[in-house]
Each structure stands twice: as C-alpha cells, then as structure tokens.
C-alpha cells in the first residue's frame, strides 16, 4: 500500500507540482490516511512547508494570469524533486526504508510530468492556437483538478495509482506512436 500510495502522489506532483503535496500534507496534518511525523520527513506536514507550497501556488497563478512563461524544466525539475521526498516519505511512514523511494519517486514524476504535457499540454495549446485563451485556462484548471484528486485518492484509496500510472503509461505510447506515424508520413513523401 506504501507504494502504491507513492505511486499516486509522485505521479500527482508530475502532473502539477505544488497542489498535490499540499493536499497530501494537509492530510497529513489531520493523520488521514499518512503520517510523516516520526519519520525523517515530518517537514512534508509542517505549517512551514505548507505555507511555502502555498506561496507557490500563488506565484504560479498570478505567472499564469500575466501570461509569463515558467521555463517547464523548471517546473519538471521542481516536481522531479517534491514527487521523490513524497515518495520516500510515504514509504517511511509504514516503516520501511525511504531510500528506495527517491528513484522511483523520480520515475514516476517524469512519467507524471510528461504524460501531463502530451493529455493536457497538447489540449491547452490547440485551444490556444484557435483564439480560444479560456479554455485553454480551463484546461490548466482541470489538470490541476486531476492532479489534486489522484493525489488524494492515492492517500485515501491507493490502489487508484495504478490505473493512473497505466493511464499515463498509455498516454505516452500514444503520443509516441503519433509522433512516429507523423514522421513516417514525411518519409514516404521523399
């Protein structure tokens, strides 16, 4: 269940990188469903911690209003990082070794995060590109919306994680194989 449950979240924090942890700390300040005091990443829960993935939110929101560009190996690396302390840290809180949860807590963030940009991103820029800037912000809501419910649910019910991680699996042989089609395309008319 611990790593089914960092599955879930890493996965979440891939997708978005600041709502997730935030909803998964402030389940664990309420002792629901984790709990990282008494491991070495009680920081995860912590009004500090917290309160800065909230200052981040911010920034990302009002970024996203002025329509600024955040460099996405920026938020990759960002999510990279959070989704493996989220990671080991719910596998430390069922008492088992945390290290092995850094690598895999990176795997599924790249998954997360590269599955988010093929679903969402190619969704957001098509809007774009017709002229239509609001549904292109509805898009970013509803990822956001999805990343904070998976990661929940992670938490809550942590066999969900799977299909997420299968969905996003899916996502990425799907963009794959379009990518090569559109390509074989281009050699054939050489």
């Not at 309420?30 to 911690?49: C, H, K, Q, R, V």
Request: aromatic share 8%; hydrophobic share 60%; net charge positive.
């Amino acid at each position: 269940m611990a790593i089914s449950t960092g599955v879930g979240v890493s996965l979440a924090t891939g997708l978005r990188p600041f709502l997730p942890p935030l909803a998964v700390g402030a389940l664990a300040r309420a002792d629901a469903g984790i709990d990282f005091n008494g491991t070495g990443y009680g920081f995860l829960e912590s009004i500090p911690w917290l309160l800065g993935l909230v200052v981040l939110v911010a920034l990302a929101t009002l970024a996203a209003r002025r329509r600024m560009v955040v460099p996405a190996a920026l938020l990759g690396g960002i999510a990279v990082a959070i989704g493996a302390l989220e990671f080991a840290g719910s596998l430390a809180d069922e008492g088992y070794s945390a290290a092995a949860g850094f690598p895999a807590g990176v795997i599924c963030a790249l998954i997360g995060f590269a599955a988010g940009v093929a679903f969402f991103g190619r969704a957001a820029s098509r809007a774009r590109t017709g002229g239509e800037e609001e549904a292109a912000s509805l898009v970013e809501l509803f990822a956001q919306g999805a990343a904070v419910v998976l990661a929940v649910l992670a938490v809550l019910v942590s066999p969900v994680s799977w299909v997420a991680f299968v969905f996003a699996l899916w996502v990425l042989l799907i963009q794959r194989r379009r990518s090569a089609q559109k390509y074989e395309g281009l050699r054939i008319l050489r």
